[in-house]
């Protein structure tokens, strides 16, 4: 449990956060009808007659839609509602053509379900349940357009009927941190279960953010929302900001108005966009253009044979069957791509080194997080636009596991690597890196060694045991670094008894 609080002129406050998540399903139609759902496309060029609205169109429901939605549904253990219902929420706006918006209240296709979050890092054991209260499939609106004229507004229908997820959580995280973790955990398992790209910047997911503040223990407070949040780090931000705002609010007397914000992140503060009453009336109805969603358990088996391994499963397999530490299987799991990677990485490992995977697991999961991640990290570039692929990586961790170079051959390699393209072997070779293992050429550079230091080997025998790391240098200095380091140690020991 979270013991964030906020330290008020009266005294403590805690803040109270729920999150509803909208979530573009990855289709390639939108919701209702066959218009395309690329991003960046020119304005009103995805526009079908159904998302214009014009007078005697149909609604037809994409099921590949529905599918995804039952798959994420899934994958967060909860609720799947056989029976579920499109119903029209009405209003006016200017980048909603149709006059409603068609979505579910009463009857969502997904109830209740809940996500696991860890809050440390570094400590498996900080882990927090948020529940999820439901999910539900809408269509989206259009965009206007307020830069393109200096006195008139343009509308966009481009996104006018895409398919979203809302994805509402129950007001169960008590700080910034919480509320990160939680959009984070939700982010990546919809990226695992290839519902939603997440693509945070790209709009494709986005926050409503709930915030209230009380004192520890007492019932909740009044709350906003902010809207259309679009990164981890503005949400969290948003928590901070509005509960710190609100409580400086009721401290001086004031009272907080339940209310639609914005969030200004140049700012760092939320401002009041529009009141919100409970009173608002949407006018719904079941929208009589839509038969009800009836889904059957062999769509249902379907839907949950199509997952992958999840990223909980996959953490937990990653630390118990290859004896990963609970710090890199984290790493390695918090991303799909960063899994795909690791795996194939490891199947390409364990092939050319003709061992299971389990055995070379360590080395693949320490190269990957440390040398690779670091060595990317310092040139600005992500795994994805990575020079090295995964089966280059597990032909040089094959080479050091066979002892054909070092540990440190195997950082110049990279970096070679990482600049040319070459696979590993052809810059052992074009360097002359490879390993010395000819326990015959170790011996007399060792016998060389311990000529020259004659008075050290005497010190050496008397207990000066800490000179043997010295022995070892001159010997790998005297092999310009190609001898075997473990053949090396293994001689000296004989020699020095």
């Given at each position: 449990?979270?013991?964030?609080?906020?330290?008020?002129?009266?005294?403590?406050?805690?803040?109270?956060?729920?999150?509803?998540?909208?979530?573009?399903?990855s289709t390639?139609a939108?919701?209702?009808?066959?218009?395309?759902t690329?991003f960046?496309?020119?304005?009103?060029?995805?526009?079908?007659?159904?998302?214009?609205?014009?007078?005697?169109?149909?609604?037809?429901?994409?099921?590949?839609?529905?599918?995804?939605?039952?798959?994420?549904?899934?994958?967060?253990?909860?609720?799947?509602?056989?029976?579920?219902?499109?119903d029209?929420?009405?209003?006016?706006?200017?980048?909603?053509?149709?006059?409603?918006?068609?979505?579910?209240?009463?009857?969502?296709?997904?109830?209740?379900?809940?996500?696991?979050?860890?809050?440390?890092?570094?400590?498996?054991?900080?882990?927090?349940?948020?529940?999820?209260?439901?999910?539900?499939?809408?269509?989206d609106?259009?965009?206007?357009?307020?830069?393109?004229?200096?006195?008139?507004?343009?509308?966009?229908?481009?996104?006018?009927?895409?398919?979203?997820?809302?994805?509402?959580s129950?007001?169960d995280?008590?700080?910034?941190?919480?509320?990160?973790?939680?959009?984070?955990?939700?982010?990546?398992?919809?990226?695992?279960v290839g519902?939603?790209?997440?693509?945070?910047?790209?709009?494709?997911?986005?926050a409503?953010?709930?915030?209230?503040?009380?004192?520890?223990?007492?019932?909740?407070?009044?709350?906003?929302?902010?809207?259309?949040?679009?990164?981890?780090?503005?949400?969290?931000?948003?928590?901070?900001?509005?509960?710190?705002?609100?409580v400086?609010?009721?401290?001086?007397?004031?009272?907080?108005?339940?209310?639609?914000?914005?969030?200004?992140?140049?700012?760092?503060?939320?401002?009041?966009?529009?009141?919100?009453?409970?009173?608002?009336?949407y006018?719904?109805?079941?929208?009589?253009?839509?038969?009800?969603?009836?889904?059957?358990?062999?769509?249902?088996?379907?839907?949950r044979?199509?997952?992958?391994e999840?990223?909980?499963?996959?953490?937990?397999?990653?630390?118990?069957?290859?004896?990963?530490?609970?710090?890199?299987?984290?790493?390695?799991?918090?991303?799909?791509?960063?899994?795909?990677?690791?795996?194939?990485?490891?199947a390409?490992?364990?092939?050319?080194?003709?061992?299971?995977?389990g055995?070379?697991?360590?080395?693949?999961?320490?190269?990957?997080?440390s040398?690779?991640?670091?060595?990317?990290?310092?040139?600005?570039?992500?795994?994805?636009?990575?020079?090295?692929?995964?089966?280059?990586?597990?032909?040089?961790?094959?080479?050091?596991?066979?002892?054909t170079?070092s540990?440190?051959?195997?950082?110049?390699?990279?970096?070679?690597?990482?600049?040319?393209?070459?696979?590993?072997?052809v810059?052992?070779?074009?360097?002359g890196?490879?390993?010395?293992?000819?326990?015959?050429?170790?011996?007399?550079?060792?016998?060389?060694?311990?000529?020259?230091?004659?008075?050290?080997?005497?010190?050496?025998?008397?207990?000066?045991?800490?000179?043997f790391?010295?022995?070892?240098?001159?010997?790998m200095?005297?092999?310009?670094?190609?001898?075997?380091?473990?053949l090396?140690?293994?001689v000296?020991?004989?020699?020095?008894?």
């Amino acid at each position: 449990m979270s013991d964030y609080r906020i330290q008020g002129a009266t005294g403590e406050w805690e803040v109270v956060v729920g999150l509803e998540v909208h979530a573009q399903i990855s289709t390639q139609a939108k919701l209702f009808s066959g218009a395309a759902t690329a991003f960046g496309a020119e304005p009103n060029t995805q526009v079908s007659l159904v998302d214009a609205a014009m007078p005697g169109m149909l609604p037809v429901p994409n099921m590949e839609c529905i599918r995804q939605a039952v798959r994420t549904g899934i994958a967060i253990n909860a609720q799947i509602n056989k029976w579920s219902r499109f119903d029209r929420k009405n209003y006016f706006y200017a980048d909603l053509p149709q006059g409603y918006q068609i979505s579910q209240l009463y009857h969502p296709i997904v109830g209740e379900g809940a996500i696991e979050v860890q809050l440390d890092d570094k400590n498996p054991e900080s882990t927090k349940t948020i529940g999820i209260e439901r999910i539900h499939v809408e269509q989206d609106a259009g965009k206007l357009m307020h830069d393109q004229h200096p006195t008139m507004s343009y509308v966009d229908l481009n996104r006018s009927g895409v398919a979203l997820m809302e994805i509402v959580s129950r007001p169960d995280m008590r700080s910034p941190a919480e509320a990160g973790a939680y959009l984070a955990k939700l982010r990546t398992i919809l990226r695992y279960v290839g519902s939603c790209d997440g693509n945070m910047d790209q709009g494709s997911m986005r926050a409503d953010v709930n915030v209230s503040v009380r004192r520890p223990g007492e019932p909740f407070g009044t709350r906003t929302e902010t809207k259309n949040v679009n990164s981890v780090r503005f949400v969290m931000a948003v928590v901070e900001q509005e509960a710190k705002r609100q409580v400086a609010l009721i401290e001086d007397g004031g009272k907080v108005v339940q209310e639609t914000r914005l969030y200004d992140p140049d700012r760092n503060e939320t401002r009041s966009m529009r009141s919100k009453e409970d009173a608002h009336d949407y006018r719904y109805f079941p929208d009589p253009d839509l038969l009800p969603i009836e889904l059957d358990d062999a769509f249902l088996e379907e839907c949950r044979a199509s997952l992958p391994e999840l990223p909980d499963a996959k953490r937990h397999r990653y630390e118990t069957a290859l004896g990963l530490s609970a710090y890199n299987a984290g790493v390695l799991t918090a991303e799909v791509e960063t899994s795909r990677w690791f795996e194939a990485l490891l199947a390409a490992s364990a092939a050319k080194q003709g061992k299971p995977e389990g055995d070379v697991a360590k080395q693949a999961a320490n190269w990957l997080t440390s040398e690779l991640f670091g060595a990317l990290n310092k040139l600005g570039k992500s795994l994805a636009d990575s020079p090295v692929s995964p089966e280059a990586g597990g032909e040089l961790l094959a080479l050091v596991g066979k002892g054909t170079i070092s540990g440190s051959a195997a950082k110049q390699v990279l970096e070679k690597m990482l600049e040319t393209g070459d696979a590993p072997g052809v810059i052992v070779e074009r360097e002359g890196l490879t390993q010395t293992s000819d326990t015959g050429a170790i011996e007399a550079a060792v016998d060389a060694v311990l000529a020259a230091n004659a008075d050290k080997v005497e010190q050496y025998k008397g207990g000066k045991e800490a000179l043997f790391g010295f022995f070892v240098g001159q010997t790998m200095k005297a092999m310009q670094g190609k001898g075997n380091p473990q053949l090396v140690n293994e001689v000296l020991k004989a020699k020095l008894g």
